[in-house]
T-cell receptor, first 114, second 118 residues
């Protein structure tokens, strides 16, 4: 099973709302990633969790707050977003034991900030 | 720092024909991985093929094969017998080899949009 799932598929939120994106994998991967992807652009890395600890924050604004409650679950909490934050948010995971492995991506959440 | 260059923003191919997507990269690393990811209009990014730099043999996955030229830092993707389902954005990607495990950041190219024409 090489599946990464993300919910919701679509999300529309106002600039004063608080919402969360959810990502789940059951492949035993111990690294999980959040990416932001604008139309016709490659994914941009936001955060990396390794063994449930935040390892990389690519200078992401504090209105994005990641959380990794356990080895299978990754959340992205959203608060006071701006219209320019509208994008496809992709979650990915990878194995990290003994060597570095490719990342597997979820289908993404299409976020629209109004 | 690594860079990945895809010089073909858009390409088209007739169904059943063969097409080659180009990718070049720049790195000072000796051990690394190269990937081609496919992102269809339904948006899920799917790994198509991977190549480990220390392997001289070109990777193949069914109709997909690569031409890996390490000295030239070139990594092209050949799709044989193109199918309508191959219509997608294709991203070339680079990742350093982590000798002791752990994650590594992936550097993506800007993508090539491939349209398969019936």
């Amino acid at each position: 099973d090489t599946e990464v799932t993300q919910t919701p598929k679509h999300l529309v939120m106002g600039m004063t709302n608080k919402k969360s994106l959810k990502c789940e994998q059951h492949m035993g991967h111990r690294a999980m990633y959040w990416y932001k992807q604008k139309a016709k652009k490659p994914p941009e890395l936001m955060f990396v969790y390794s063994y449930e600890k935040l390892s990389i924050n690519e200078s992401v604004p504090s209105r994005f707050s990641p959380e990794c409650p356990n080895s299978s679950l990754l959340n992205l909490h959203l608060h006071a977003l701006q219209p320019e934050d509208s994008a496809l948010y992709l979650c990915a995971s990878s194995q990290v034991f003994r060597k570095t492995y490719e990342q597997y991506f979820g289908p993404g959440t299409r976020l629209t900030v109004t | 720092a690594q860079t990945v260059t895809q010089s073909q923003p858009e390409m088209s191919v007739q169904e059943a024909e063969t097409v080659t997507l180009s990718c070049t990269y720049d790195t000072s690393e000796n051990n690394y991985y190269l990937f081609w990811y496919k992102q269809p209009p339904s948006r899920q990014m799917i790994l198509v093929i991977r190549q480990e730099a220390y392997k001289q043999q070109n990777a193949t996955e069914n109709r997909f094969s690569v031409n890996f030229q390490k000295a030239a830092k070139s990594f092209s993707l050949k799709i044989s017998d193109s199918q309508l389902g191959d219509t997608a954005m294709y991203f070339c990607a680079f990742m350093k080899h982590g000798l002791n495990g752990g994650y590594q950041k992936v550097t993506f190219g800007i993508g090539t949009k491939l349209q398969v024409i019936p």
